[in-house]
């Protein structure tokens, strides 16, 4: 089950990540590198701001991602490698919830991007020899594994970012 699209105004978000280039079959991978984040975060006394997130920052399907798995944070951190840091761009954000088996975010996913082009809507993204390169297209994991192990359950914000109008 997935919200009507709805478009809300962000602010600009902090956040610690671990980056990386991946195949799509291989985003398990980078995903499975959350745990770092979370761990170096306690190790350093800084509480997350929200909860876990995947940006994509170039996308070339059905090639390479280049994504970050991340965790908001109130400010930006000095971090070493292989942590990164920035901030989420401010703006408006074309959003849905989706609640369900991770599977289901590709057709979630293709529901939001058709939706923002019947509404007329631009994407803050450029088309590159690379790739399209998103100035924040994010999932955002609210359901936490370990209290709500049923993945039916799992509910996933898709949050990506307009151009300004």
């Avoid at 499975?32 to 975060?41: C, I």
């Avoid at 975010?105 to 939706?115: E, G, M, N, Y």
């Avoid at 949050?159 to 109008?165: G, H, P, S």
Wanted: glycine share 8%; proline share 10%.
């Amino acid at each position: 089950m997935t919200s009507e699209p709805s478009i809300v105004t962000r602010a600009a978000q902090p956040y610690v990540a671990i980056a990386g280039a991946v195949a799509m079959a291989a985003m398990k991978e980078l995903i499975d590198r959350l745990p770092e984040v979370f761990g170096w975060l306690a190790g350093q006394g800084i509480a997350p701001a929200g909860p876990p997130f995947l940006r994509y920052n170039v996308i070339d399907m059905p090639g390479r991602l280049e994504m970050e798995v991340g965790v908001p944070v109130a400010d930006v951190p000095t971090a070493p490698p292989p942590f990164t840091t920035g901030t989420l761009p401010e703006g408006r954000y074309a959003t849905t919830v989706h609640t369900g088996h991770p599977d289901e975010l590709i057709s979630a996913t293709a529901d939001l991007l058709a939706w923002v082009e019947v509404q007329g809507l631009t994407w803050d993204m450029t088309r590159t020899p690379d790739g399209e390169r998103w100035a924040a297209r994010l999932e955002w994991y609210h359901t936490d594994p370990a209290v709500e192990p049923d993945m039916a359950k799992w509910e996933t914000e898709l949050a990506f970012r307009l151009a300004d109008a």
